[in-house]
């Protein structure tokens, strides 16, 4: 196996993202140090905005779990870049944003990266949102609604699959400006309940076409693929994001790959890191 020059943690979350634990970003750090560590990357979901959120048919609470709050972002970047100066002799830290995007709000997020992009020194491009029943619905809320809202409205699991891949290709091909990031977070978020409807293992001829039409889309544009270890612990899905079929193809398109924990936990930081090594063994291209 090629060695690992630097041991990076590329995708996490803070005190700042409502759905996580509430630890304080600065214990995140600390567990990482502890760790071994020596990059480590902030990358704290982007506002929605308030014109998607009106018409958004989730609670109040859920839509502020969902992501930042408005009036938070520039405390993140304050607070982000005292614990980047505060730790810089201990590990590298970046500080970035997790973009989720929106069909309908590219002019939003061309705006908002404008705005906060020279402050970026990382990022991850998502997709947790797809249309569906009675407007737009999240792809990993639960399993409960992903069977209402997904299932329910494009009428299979392989077609909300296929929905999924094609929001995917979308927001690789959207123009969001110069700050745009160039990463893709949990490529198969889709599969996240993919044991309770009995298809894990079950790969479609369309749905491999459509992912390997993604990966040869990133390979030819430079982006490069977050390997999210957190769908080895969700209770449905139990694999990585993306599964290792497609990491073995990824890495056989020579495509950059990166460790995320997606930790929403201090716990969390650097989990499952040795699987994540064995997954991408004698690939040469780690990072």
């Not at 609604?145 to 929905?163: H, N, P, R, V």
Request: hydrophobic share 35%; net charge negative.
């Amino acid at each position: 196996m090629q060695e690992v020059k630097l041991k990076r943690d590329g995708h996490t979350h803070t005190h700042y993202c409502l759905h996580a634990s509430g630890e304080l970003a600065e214990e995140y750090v600390r567990k990482a140090i502890e760790k071994g560590f020596t990059m480590y990357s902030f990358t704290e979901h982007l506002p929605l905005p308030e014109s998607f959120l009106a018409s958004f048919p989730y609670t109040e609470e859920t839509k502020n779990e969902l992501a930042l709050l408005d009036d938070d972002l520039d405390g993140y970047f304050r607070e982000m870049l005292a614990l980047k100066k505060k730790y810089k002799d201990r590990i590298q830290l970046l500080i970035g944003l997790e973009i989720d995007y929106l069909p309908t709000e590219t002019a939003y997020l061309r705006m908002m990266l404008k705005e906060y992009g020279s402050f970026l020194e990382d990022g991850l491009l998502s997709v947790h949102i797809l249309e569906g029943t009675a407007g737009f619905r999240c792809v990993d809320l639960d399993l409960a609604d992903f069977e209402e809202g997904l299932i329910g409205y494009y009428g299979s699991y392989e077609k909300t699959q296929l929905a999924y891949y094609r929001a995917v290709k979308e927001a690789l091909m959207a123009d969001l400006g110069l700050y745009k990031p160039k990463r893709i977070s949990h490529l198969t978020l889709c599969h996240k309940f993919q044991h309770y409807f009995h298809q894990a293992g079950k790969t479609g001829e369309k749905v491999q076409a459509a992912v390997m039409d993604l990966l040869l889309y990133m390979k030819e544009h430079g982006y490069s693929l977050d390997v999210n270890m957190a769908g080895l612990f969700k209770e449905y899905c139990r694999e990585p994001y993306p599964a290792p079929w497609i990491l073995q193809a990824a890495k056989q398109l020579k495509i950059p790959l990166v460790y995320g924990s997606d930790a929403h936990a201090v716990e969390q930081v650097g989990r499952a890191y040795d699987d994540y090594l064995r997954l991408i063994r004698e690939s040469g291209n780690c990072s």
